[in-house]
């Protein structure tokens, strides 16, 4: 094979995410009444942001062979600490922004420290975790309320020049700035070898210590920023345990959808956002074929089971039956 | 005389030598937590208050049996919550159709949590979807319908009194029925897991599926089998919880996704597959149980409530629930 086959083979699953993505918009965008406008575009984004964000955070980890159930309790954690202190003069509020983003990589590095020193299961040691996460977003707010400073809440979530979201060049700028440096070096190299095969990878000398611990944190700073955008939204903290369950779970399916594999060591963060973008498409697909909101969940999981079944017929390709026990 | 005393000396080292690690420390925090909650008030020894609280936990080790299969198969079930809402949502509309529907009603409640059991199976086992996903899908799909079939609302349907008599009933005067529910249930799974194919083929699945098939095992089959199982008894858990609560409602199976899950791992079974046991289970039940009752007696805001019971269970994960060093 040439090299540029190798390289479009490992970028499969991202480009499919992103044809199922486009596919789903274009026949959006087509039955709806306005059509492409700037404002469309922007309502669209903004929902698409805030799940895009705790996609990737989901994929950083997934991408190690774990998984992180506690993505939404940080982002009602965030959310809720964001509403309290991104608030008055610019300098108080940048301070702010810090003091949110750092928050979420400390709950981040705390699930990495738990996982790769504590030797405790991913998924049970996240459960855990997220309930104390959630318990803090209670004692912040324990009744909806708070406030932001609404000038950089409008800027964030306004559009550029009259045209461009700037919730999307928020998206690139975090996956330039985070996901491009965290890919291209050492560390993220460890991090997709320790998903691929840990023993191969420790064997080999590849730090994969060091690569799961970035990921976890940078799992966290991801499901920070998704919470200072939720904060931009709703001008409010809320610490709504059903939200951060469902942003949880919808993470995971934005993460499959992106092609991200939950075996480890295969994906991309970009894949995860195409992924949530494809998710929450469907659902406002169902909004401009006027279908009746109480089938909107319903119609939902259809979509999401059809679209994980998919994945099956790789089995056709299977010559020899013990490759089903991957 | 002397050879019998020798005998049961004889046993009591291999009684404590063969128990599991995990299910000795579950059971001693249990006695911990006890004691702790005795210092606050002698209530919490009072045989009223122990009965109420296994008639609590048994909803909750119901669930907790069923998770326990599919987590030795090495696999997880996260539509736990709408499955047992579809469960106690369906019994209580089977109970609607007069005398021939109140009858029908709990098997009936039951068969649809088989249903959504398997749909999980196949597309676990037979399609090689990761267990995770596929079971989110149902989730949303059980959701969806039970969110179509209400109308977006509480149904006003009660429950119906079969159920509510096998909730918050008495047959045994001073044990609570749904207890005994539990305890039947017990018995079932100790059967099942220890003294029949079925259950020792899910160890073994859960050791290597591979080595399993290469035996001559019907793998597939087995994995189907055990997530129809745990839907089942997630449906029973709801339609136990709706009759305790006499009614089903919405969000009832939020609040039991991660206990379940905690009570298995807390009670010792990898989380990996292929090892535990049963009593471990029911001792995790009984400690999340506790540990939820006695903060609520504090009258621990729900804020501490919740943090208290992340950091003991971290706490105790890292006591006992650790993965070997592999190097």
Known sequence: MKDWRYRLADQRGTLIALALFLLMFTIYIANHPAGLTANVAQTAANKGVLLAFIAMAQALVVITAGIDLSVGMIFLLTNCLASWIVVGAPVPTALGVAGVLIAGMVCGAINGLLVIYGRLQPIVATIATGAVYFGIALLLRPFPGGSVNEDLADVFTGKLFGVVPSSLVALAAVVLLVWLPFRRSEIGRAAYAAGSSESAAFMSGVPIRRGKFAAYTLAGLLAAVGGLFLTFFTYTGEAAYASGNGYTLWSIAAVVLGGVSLYGGKGSAVGAIFGAFAARTTGDMLFVFDVDPLWQPLLQGIVLMLAVSIGAFGLLRVRNRLEWFG | MSEMAGRISGRFPRLIRRADPAVVTAFGCILLLLLLGSLYSSNFLSLDYLLQQLKVASFLGVIAAGMMLVILLGHIDLSIPWVMTAGAMMACAAAGFGAVGAALAIPFGVLCGV?????????????????????????????????????????????????????????????????????????????????????????????????????????????????????????????????????????????????????????????????????????????????????????????????????????MLLFYGRAPASR
């Open chain 2, 115 to 315: 249903a959504f059991g398997l749909v999980n199976g196949v597309g676990v086992a037979y399609l090689r979807i990761p267990s995770m996903i596929v079971t989110l899908a149902t989730n949303v799909v059980a959701q969806g319908l039970m969110v179509v079939y209400t109308g977006g609302f509480s149904p006003q349907d009660s429950a119906p009194p079969a159920v509510r008599w096998l909730a918050t009933g008495f047959v045994v005067p001073g044990l609570p029925n749904a207890v005994l529910v539990w305890l039947a249930v017990s018995g079932a799974m100790v059967f099942l897991l220890g003294r029949t194919s079925l259950g020792r083929t899910i160890y073994g699945i859960g050791n290597s599926e591979r080595a399993a098939y290469l035996s001559g095992v019907s793998t597939r089959r087995v994995v189907m089998i055990a997530f129809a199982v745990c839907g089942g008894l997630a449906a029973f858990g709801g339609i136990l919880l709706a009759g305790y609560s006499s009614k089903a409602a919405q969000a009832m199976g939020d609040a039991y996704l991660l206990p379940s899950i905690a009570a298995v791992v807390l009670g010792g079974t990898s989380i990996l597959g292929g090892r535990g046991s049963y009593l471990g289970t029911v001792a995790g039940v009984i400690l999340i149980t506790l540990l939820q009752s006695i903060l609520s007696v504090m009258q621990m805001p729900e804020a501490g409530r919740q943090i208290i019971y992340g950091v003991v269970i971290v706490a």
